[in-house]
């Protein structure tokens, strides 16, 4: 068998082949192999550097004279899928949302789907199941209005977030009740060599606190407010503040939660003044 001559720019080529860090370790096997029978190697010794046989030299160096680099990466192009790609696709994504696991499973996990179809692997299913943005382990909740005027009421508050009025400053306004006041009962060890911060266990309770926050949505600044009590009062005392906050020359226009509180006709009054 004739030895390769290697042209300047063959040489080149091979040379950073083998100089990649984060190439294909099985492609510069096969292109040092070229470049060690180009260099006069004897067959023992390439076998000894590259730890393998005179079969894997043979077909590396053919592979070369035929078709240059390019025919180091591979002899065997693969075999074409057995259903046609579209067709999987389609019968995936439709035993996955339009049926449940036969084991009465509350979702499907990729093994499982993958054993139902039988003639599809897990690893397909998961990159289907990516490719089309599908997630079956994810669960969100949704609520849906009774109220006739929904549309219209949202359109207003939505209109107020895209296209407030003219020196206006909004805000959003929504209130967290109930919120329980802890404390550890015993200290807190600090930091120290050879052991982490601690805290105890048990704590004890301190009554709760409803929280009122107010966003400004055209600098993000966020006003919060504590009270001992939940009422139409203290909610009423956290928007004057929040109008007393903003400057002089603004007008205030507040969107509220629908709580009781909101409801009272000192809200409707402290809205309309704002």
Request: proline residues 4%; glycine residues 6%; hydrophobic residues 40%.
């Amino acid at each position: 068998m004739q030895r390769t001559k290697l042209t300047i720019e063959q040489r080149a080529e091979l040379d950073a082949v083998m100089r990649r860090r984060h190439g294909n370790a099985a492609l510069a096997r096969r292109v040092r192999c070229v470049v060690l029978w180009s260099k006069g190697e004897r067959r023992v010794d390439i076998r000894s550097k590259l730890a393998c046989n005179d079969e894997f030299v043979s077909k590396w160096t053919s592979a070369f004279e035929a078709q240059g680099l390019a025919g180091l990466v591979s002899l065997h192009p693969g075999r074409a899928p057995r259903t046609p790609v579209a067709r999987l696709d389609a019968q995936v994504l439709n035993r996955t949302l339009k049926h449940t696991p036969r084991d009465d499973s509350t979702h499907w996990s990729s093994r499982k789907l993958a054993g139902e179809l039988g003639d599809v692997s897990f690893s397909a299913v998961q990159r289907i199941w990516r490719k089309h943005g599908v997630r079956p382990h994810r669960l969100d909740t949704h609520m849906v209005s009774n109220d006739p005027d929904f549309e219209t009421k949202a359109a207003d508050v939505i209109g107020l977030y895209l296209d407030p009025p003219a020196h206006a400053a909004v805000f959003c306004v929504d209130e967290k009740t109930a919120i329980q006041v802890l404390d550890r009962k015993d200290r807190m060890l600090p930091l120290s060599p050879g052991r982490a911060e601690s805290h105890g266990f048990e704590y004890k309770r301190n009554g709760t606190l409803s929280l009122f926050a107010a966003l400004n949505t055209s600098t993000g600044e966020v006003l919060g407010k504590t009270a001992a009590r939940h009422t139409s009062e203290q909610l009423v005392t956290s928007l004057e503040d929040i109008v007393a906050s903003s400057p002089v020359a603004a007008r205030s226009t507040s969107s509220a939660t629908t709580s009781a509180a909101t409801r009272h006709p000192a809200m409707s009054r402290s809205l309309l003044n704002a």
